[in-house]
């Protein structure tokens, strides 16, 4: 089976940055049918939305990402400029999924 979304990202975290998991104020698995989703709430007010799965830009080893800015919408501005082009972000390895959630994690 495969391992739980939240888990699989939160192991990668424990061995890049076990400080960023204080800045996570609460995640919710959003998963359905065929998708796991999970949107991590930053306790600076912003999210960042994690989906692998069926209709998802994503393959087995890659994700799709989305971030959300304080007001809870979609806001593709707050990606580097090098992913920038679109509010959703397909095919990210955990590393990039990682780096996101870091880099959320401390916007003011």
């Known amino acids: 089976m495969e391992q739980n979304l939240i888990e699989q990202i939160g192991n990668q975290l424990c061995v890049d940055d076990e400080i960023t998991l204080q800045q996570i104020d609460y995640a919710e698995d959003k998963s359905s049918m065929g998708m796991n989703r999970v949107k991590m709430h930053f306790k600076n007010g912003y999210a960042l939305s994690i989906i692998h799965g069926s209709f998802a830009y994503c393959d087995g ?20 400029e090098d992913d920038r082009g679109d509010d959703v972000l397909g095919y ?17």
């Open 61 to 80: 080893e890659t994700f799709e990402i989305a971030p959300f800015n304080k007001n809870d919408e979609l806001d593709g501005r707050l990606f580097d």
């Open 92 to 108: 990210c390895t955990l590393e990039k999924v990682s780096h996101y959630i870091k880099k959320l994690a401390y916007l003011l």
